[in-house]
Protein backbone atom coordinates (compact mmCIF):
# COMPACT_ATOMS: atom_id res chain seq x y z
CA UNK A 1 0.00 0.00 0.00
CA UNK A 2 1.60 3.55 -1.05
CA UNK A 3 1.33 6.14 1.85
CA UNK A 4 0.56 9.55 0.74
CA UNK A 5 1.37 12.74 1.84
CA UNK A 6 0.09 16.35 1.60
CA UNK A 7 3.00 19.02 1.49
CA UNK A 8 4.39 16.17 3.84
CA UNK A 9 1.62 16.05 5.63
CA UNK A 10 -0.98 12.66 6.02
CA UNK A 11 -4.12 15.08 6.32
CA UNK A 12 -4.77 18.74 6.19
CA UNK A 13 -7.78 19.07 8.65
CA UNK A 14 -5.45 18.48 11.63
CA UNK A 15 -4.18 22.25 12.54
CA UNK A 16 -8.29 22.84 12.35
CA UNK A 17 -8.95 20.45 14.38
CA UNK A 18 -6.43 21.57 17.32
CA UNK A 19 -7.71 25.16 17.24
CA UNK A 20 -11.30 24.06 17.67
CA UNK A 21 -10.37 22.11 20.65
CA UNK A 22 -9.01 24.76 21.41
CA UNK A 23 -11.98 26.98 21.07
CA UNK A 24 -14.24 24.87 22.80
CA UNK A 25 -11.88 24.44 25.95
CA UNK A 26 -11.38 20.23 25.59
CA UNK A 27 -7.82 18.26 25.95
CA UNK A 28 -7.20 15.49 23.81
CA UNK A 29 -8.63 12.93 26.10
CA UNK A 30 -11.79 15.01 26.46
CA UNK A 31 -12.31 15.18 22.57
CA UNK A 32 -11.12 11.44 22.22
CA UNK A 33 -13.98 10.40 24.62
CA UNK A 34 -16.35 12.96 22.96
CA UNK A 35 -15.26 10.88 20.02
CA UNK A 36 -16.09 7.94 21.76
CA UNK A 37 -19.53 8.85 22.73
CA UNK A 38 -20.01 9.40 19.17
CA UNK A 39 -19.51 5.88 17.83
CA UNK A 40 -15.99 6.69 16.66
CA UNK A 41 -13.05 4.36 18.75
CA UNK A 42 -10.63 6.57 18.77
CA UNK A 43 -7.42 7.04 21.55
CA UNK A 44 -5.61 10.64 22.54
CA UNK A 45 -2.62 9.29 21.43
CA UNK A 46 -4.43 9.25 17.63
CA UNK A 47 -5.74 13.21 18.54
CA UNK A 48 -2.54 14.13 19.12
CA UNK A 49 -0.97 12.27 15.48
CA UNK A 50 -3.83 14.09 13.80
CA UNK A 51 -3.08 17.41 14.83
CA UNK A 52 0.17 17.21 14.15
CA UNK A 53 -0.63 15.68 10.82
CA UNK A 54 0.87 12.32 10.85
CA UNK A 55 -2.47 10.25 10.77
CA UNK A 56 -4.43 9.85 8.04
CA UNK A 57 -8.08 11.27 8.66
CA UNK A 58 -11.48 9.17 7.81
CA UNK A 59 -14.06 10.29 5.90
CA UNK A 60 -16.49 9.26 9.03
CA UNK A 61 -14.03 10.23 11.85
CA UNK A 62 -13.95 13.41 10.08
CA UNK A 63 -17.66 13.63 10.45
CA UNK A 64 -17.75 13.14 13.80
CA UNK A 65 -14.98 15.72 14.96
CA UNK A 66 -16.75 18.36 12.82
CA UNK A 67 -20.39 17.55 14.77
CA UNK A 68 -18.17 17.17 18.28
CA UNK A 69 -16.33 20.32 17.46
CA UNK A 70 -19.13 22.22 16.08
CA UNK A 71 -17.90 23.33 12.70
CA UNK A 72 -18.46 23.04 9.29
CA UNK A 73 -16.80 20.28 7.54
CA UNK A 74 -15.57 22.20 5.11
CA UNK A 75 -14.15 24.66 7.51
CA UNK A 76 -11.74 21.28 8.73
CA UNK A 77 -10.77 20.87 5.19
CA UNK A 78 -9.80 24.94 3.89
CA UNK A 79 -6.91 25.48 3.06
CA UNK A 80 -4.34 27.31 5.51
CA UNK A 81 -2.82 30.53 3.89
CA UNK A 82 0.52 30.69 3.46
CA UNK A 83 0.86 33.30 6.69
CA UNK A 84 -1.31 31.80 9.17
Request: hydrophobic fraction near 40%.
Amino acid sequence: MKIYDYNGKKNICGRRIREARFKRQLTQSDLAAQMQINGVIIERDSISRIEIGTRFVTDYELKVFSKVLKVETAWLLAEEAENE
